[in-house]
């Protein structure tokens, strides 16, 4: 391709401020929220000058490749794309845009940058776009056709809402949970981006939406169509990374605002001296939240789930861990302490899920009597189990059912259920005499504080970077990439920019006899830095009081650059 | 008196790093933390120059003021105590001063601050000093006799620990809780300073211990000992405060934690669109935590315990008021909001109260039977508000007491039950046709997390102004006094220094046939300029959202000498 502009040195600023701002981004702002607003987001070098787009070797998957190929018979084996340095653009001439982008999933910290990070692209190098914001998640993409035009989206062209830039949250349009996945529903997509002459499509989610994003890559192509699609790795759980996708966005910001609370509560119990602190922490499938907040502040006990499951521990066992520590802490009169536990503890013991699938199916089925004999129906296993549990878990697990009778498992506060199975045991060894220690448990949820939190400067930059990214590979015909980012740990000037083919990300799954296409989610390896780091100092923390309070998360000044644990241990090496 | 040394200009600086720390704070610290260590703390000016003390008119008592001269004969009517500029200083020369200090209550950012103001005061103008830190809060004195010479104290001359004195937490030393209440405490007290010759005690605490710093100051003088007691007023609640003392240090930094974390949690409440977080803040007695946080950030609902009482709602008053704004939302389509609870919420509901007096009676002396013909005994009233509350609240009030059989009040999760009862109401409504929305109730409790944090700028100054202020009352000869520090909406230069009669804050109270002096606990005024400007805007806020999210604390740029709400409405006019 012949170079069609070129431009040297930095872009000059294509940002306008809109001229007033009206409706429900009508009010008045904090002072840091302020600060935010006048926040100037540094740019990796090789998006501050001309640069071409070079393709890397053919890509294969994650696993089972020749189902992947057949599920994805346009798409397989696309190459990596690399931004690179270059004397001058090679970029289509006077080429307007039509861009959409959508929000898909949970909240995470910096969402708001990706789509200014594409807006403030399309000024820059392709004047005149137009971007959409599809409202409400991909939801807003299949209903298009239904309500009238726009009613379901924003559109920005030469005005984008900057006060709302950095703030976190998803409120500029907002999220959703639908997924696109019946052929009615493809067609509907596939309507509204036609309606809309849309050139490409940005989905900013996790593993299920990107998932969704590279199925609709593929539908678009085998239908020649010109929209492309391109994703954004966007999660708070860390669990949607790869070796070209460092981390995810939103991860960062959530596990620092986390850690800012339990370094709080570490120097409170201290403080005191009476309480063991039980923080849970979300992150339900991957305990990377905890991993990396337990780097940041070492409490004296932390549950990480992907190692119970590979040590196939027991609740009991779980417990035992816990106490065990408690009692040789109390030899040494410290009889306070911070345990952080992942939310999903849980589902990462067997026994538990196997008692929860037997209790389903007895509650379907039968009468619950009263003097108990039900119990009767149960594996000798689970009714062990269930004896096992405080009283007022096994009440939970009876009384609280979803809608279809089933035990509602994420309503489960695994951090009183430990801290009563914790006080039994620990009366227990009292009793016999070799615990003679305190013991007052106080429980914690942080959670939906993390997701919406201002983001981070790092986040900010790298969310920033990933959106005018994802425009640049759009722009430049690309499909089926995720917009790729690395280099972290290095200089923000030093990151590279670029797209990994979404398919060589992904292995199937057998669902009611089909292969589905999935991402997999990357979970905390044992045999991992941050987790060896994790493992090597944790006996030490266990006993001696190791706490870090790391305060509140700093926008300027020291400390407000600080690159988070995980990435540092799985990457700075690079640097 | 005659000055005894003069120096004009700023002080030298007398801060000695000690050579290495050891011990428990042989800790890695956080980048923020250590940016900390190297933060100056600022001195109003007359702290800075030489001053003398002026004494005002003598003082009288904040209520019967006849039953306060009688119970302290020797401190009642002490005139306040004002620091004011002069050519030289009038102190005794080369006096090298024992001072204890002691903290006492529950945590509140800030404390080691305070410490090291007096400290820095004995480096600066009485070389040669030693300050006494006596650990784990008063019992730390009276146990003193008991445990050999040094066990259960710190001692500081030389080196002071800054590493710690700008982190929060009061684990340098410890609090407690216990007080120094009979004459057998008295006698230990007065053996102690007798013992370690001390010339005075600094007492940091809320209204309790400042209560009891002042019987301990009418103890020594009464037996014309040389030990002098000086408080420092203390309490993240906010609850200790008058005209003198504008506010209790702690209640800056706890507010703008909490408000970060609702700010955070507005901005997730309008992404998602679905859920209502009912967050229930630290603040037993009065309401001003979630009264200063509702300012921070703009809720669509809050209630605040001082109207609830005064208005002599109900439990029903209060879920319907909560249920009507939530009910009128429905109408603009807005499923979703941020609900903000005083911790103490039913402690201002008299028949709450009647309740739980007549379930202790109930269950001290009947046995309940299953059928419930023990209700028989409930009065009408009490019955019906019973019958209201939501089954698990039932439970909780028959199941969970304490160890003298007394329901626990305290544990009563008051955002969850909030949650049960405006379901209920709203469920009640659907079937009417009168409500139209979808419910969803999410609960947080923001407690812990505040005791202990990072103290603001705001807290890390005022706090050592109060400690560095309270050892210049000390050095004159003042007992009886609670340092004060005010003008503080103006410059940290034009704050005023000085100490206020703690007779004059005093009532007493009836206890057991006998007047007890007690500091009323200062609650949020329905006539005070902080309350009337939340009455004048909680209308707009409950119907449009008008949500601020303040952020994280900053150290340094933009908000981070943000002076909060309350303080600029109750005081700022003096600036």
Known sequence: MAPSFAINGAFPSARVTPPSVTGRFAAVYSEVQNSRIDHALPLPSVLKNPFIIVDGPQSSAAGNPEEIAKLFPNLFGQPSAALVPSDSHALPVNQKLKIGVVLSGGQAPGGHNVISGIFDYLQDLAEGSTLYGFRGGPAGIMNFTYSFVYSNMVVWNKYFPFTVMLFGGFDMIRSGRD???????????????????????????????????????????????????IGCPKTIDGDLKCKEVPTSFGFDTACKIYAEMIGNVMIDARSTGKYYHFVRLMGRAASHITLECALQTHPNITIIGEEVAAKKMTLKDVTDYIVNIISKRAEDNYNYGVILIPEGLIDFIPEVQHLIAELNEILAHDTVDEGGLWKKKLTDQSLKLFEFLPKAMQEQLMLERDPHGNVQVAKIETEKMLIQMVETELEKRKQQGSYKGGFRGQSHFFGYEGRCGLPTNFDSTYCYALGYGAAALLQSGKTGLISSVGNLC??????????????????????????????????????????????????????????????????????????????????????
């Open 490 to 575: 290095a200089p923000v000037e030093e990151w590279t920019v670029g797209g990994t083919a979404l398919t060589s990300l992904m292995d199937v799954e057998r669902r009611h006899g089909k292969f589905k296409p999935v991402i997999k989610k990357a979970m905390v390896e044992l045999e991992g830095a941050p987790f060896k780091k994790f493992a090597s100092l944790r006996d030490e923390w266990a006993l001696k009081n190791r706490y870090i309070s790391p305060g509140p998360i700093q926008f300027t000044g020291r400390g407000s650059d600080a690159i988070n644990h995980t990435l540092l241990l799985e990457f700075g090496a690079q640097a």
């Open 179 to 229: 997924k696109i996945e019946t052929p009615e529903q493809f067609k509907q997509a596939e309507e509204t981006v036609q309606k809309l002459d849309l050139d490409g499509l940005v989905v900013i989610g996790g593993d299920d939406s990107n998932t969704n994003a590279c199925l609709l890559a593929e539908h678009f192509r085998s239908k020649n169509m010109k929209t492309r699609v």
